[in-house]
Each structure stands twice: as structure tokens, then as C-alpha cells.
């Protein structure tokens, strides 16, 4: 029997797969913008920037929450912040920003099958983009 997977390898598992989708679902030619600075690149050269930090699990695989960004505005940059609001508040409506922070204070656990299901589910997303 084969040995089940430690919720470490888990979560590991579908952050990648996250970040692939996240990278590739507004990707033209494979290739993306950085909502930040609008710089555009191979989505392989990009990154799934949150907005809300990633120890939030809340929002840490929440659409919205998680837009594509540049190395240097993700990580140089500390996320570009304001202008990560300014972009989620023009595209998805007044009030997103605040509601991702409210969002992130509720205390979500997920079991390891649901997110086993959240990774099957992206892995699909994924194969539909192709």
C-alpha cells in the first residue's frame, strides 16, 4: 500500500498547480502582464502574486486574492500593495480590497482531501486552458 502523502507535500502540490493556473488563465500566447506594473513576459517567468499574504489559508487560494506579478514587483516590490488595490478595485469592484482583507481574518482549515480535490480541480482548469 502505497504511503500517504504528508499535508506538507499536500499543499505543496496545489500551490504549484494554483500558481499555474493563475499564470496562465488571462495568458495570451503564453504570455501574461504583471497587474502591478504592466510588464509582460512568459508566464513561466511570472509569478502568482497575493495580495493578502499566503499564510492566510482563507484567501491563499482565492482567485481574486491571487493575480499575476513580476519578480520584481512581487518580491523587490513587497507586492506593490497600493497598486495591487488599486488593480483589484477596478477590476473586480469597490470594496474588493477590503473584503479580501475581512475574508482573511476567518479561520479556514481544510482537510487533506479537500485539498487533494482543490488540486484535481485546478489540474482540470489547467487542462481546459491548454
Not at 23 to 46: D, M, W
Not at 76 to 97: D, F, H, I, N, S
Not at 111 to 122: A, R
Request: some cysteine.
Amino acid at each position: 500500500m502505497p504511503k500517504k502523502p504528508s499535508r506538507k507535500t499536500i499543499v505543496k502540490k496545489l500551490d504549484t498547480v494554483f500558481s499555474q493556473f493563475i499564470r496562465r488563465r488571462f495568458a495570451v500566447n503564453e504570455i501574461a502582464k504583471c497587474v502591478t506594473c504592466g510588464t509582460k513576459s512568459h508566464y513561466k517567468k511570472l509569478q502568482a502574486g497575493h495580495f493578502i499574504s499566503r499564510k492566510h489559508y482563507s484567501t491563499r487560494w482565492d482567485v481574486t486574492n491571487v493575480q499575476v506579478q513580476c519578480y520584481s514587483c512581487n518580491v523587490m516590490r513587497y507586492g506593490e500593495q497600493y497598486k495591487y488595490g488599486l488593480y483589484l478595485e477596478e477590476v473586480y469592484g469597490k470594496g474588493t480590497a477590503e473584503e479580501l482583507q475581512q475574508k482573511s481574518r476567518e479561520i479556514t482549515k481544510y482537510s487533506d482531501n479537500q485539498l487533494i480535490d482543490m488540486t484535481n480541480y485546478y489540474n482540470e482548469l489547467l487542462t481546459n486552458l491548454k
